[in-house]
């Protein structure tokens, strides 16, 4: 069963509340997301934030940035607030209990990175469990919702980052670039050296530039143990690194 919070080195995590927990795809996404790009990002949103986490680590990464969040979810936005109350970065963070879509249309804010856990089952089995049918599958939030809105909120030179199963990944690059964002940036995530691809984290911009991709194993082949460069990436979070 996942604890009712999860220990950071900076700050702590309630997901009591929540459907989805802190997972892996939320701890790589906070720590891959490119917040050093010239220009310096200082508008900065998490899209479908549950429980505040990537937008919490963004706060941390990004000392002088302003993070917004959105989520749909009363009582996961409700513990995101509370989880960034906590934290020593509340006076950057704002949430929004909104439909992002509505968001986008209503919204005359400009953001220079737009950050993404999103749903990513497409047309599989749902659960019982409403909450995390919305919180897993792209009922709620499309991923062309996602794009669209995306699109529309972004600042002439600004990015969307976005982490995603390897098949649905592709899917969503090629979707983007219809719609005129292009993949600029590309993690392949294994579990192991020799192990399928298991994840994709993506970078996107309405700018066509050269892509830059690399791959990342989380584990070494040794019993219970990371490889340098997961601890690398993740170190100013996880306890254990």
């Known amino acids: 069963m996942p604890r009712d919070f999860f220990q950071f080195k900076q700050f702590a995590i309630r997901q009591d509340c929540c459907a989805m927990k ?20 200082q508008r900065l949103l998490d899209v479908g934030c549950g429980t505040g986490l990537v937008a ?26 509370q989880n960034a109350a906590d934290s020593g970065w509340k006076s950057r963070l704002h949430f929004f209990h909104r439909d992002f879509s509505e968001l ?10 737009i950050a993404s856990n999103p749903p990513y089952f ?10 995390r049918n919305a ?3 792209a009922n709620e939030l499309t991923h062309e919702d996602l794009i669209s809105g995306s699109i529309r909120l972004l600042a002439a030179q600004g990015r969307l980052a976005v982490v995603l199963p390897y098949v649905e990944g592709n899917v969503f690059i090629a979707l983007a670039a ?11 995530v294994s579990t192991k050296k020799g ?36 601890k690398e990436l993740t170190k100013d979070f996880y306890l254990k690194f």
């Open 195 to 230: 192990k399928p691809v298991k994840r994709l984290l993506l970078e996107l911009s309405q700018e066509r530039k050269a892509l830059s991709e690399q791959n990342l194993y989380i584990e070494s082949n040794l019993p219970s143990s990371y490889t340098d460069e997961y």
């Open 56 to 81: 919490i680590m963004l706060a941390q990464r990004a000392p002088l940035a302003q993070v917004d969040a959105v989520e749909i979810d009363e009582l996961a936005y409700r513990q995101a607030i």
């Open 22 to 41: 802190v997972g892996t795809d939320g701890v790589l996404l906070g720590a891959w997301v490119n917040v050093g790009a010239a220009p310096a990002p």
């Open 178 to 188: 219809k719609a005129g964002l292009h993949c600029i940036r590309k993690l392949n």
């Open 104 to 113: 986008a249309q209503r919204s005359d804010v400009r953001y220079d990175l």
């Open 122 to 131: 497409r047309r599989s089995l749902l659960s019982p469990n409403e909450k």
């Open 135 to 137: 919180a897993r599958h």
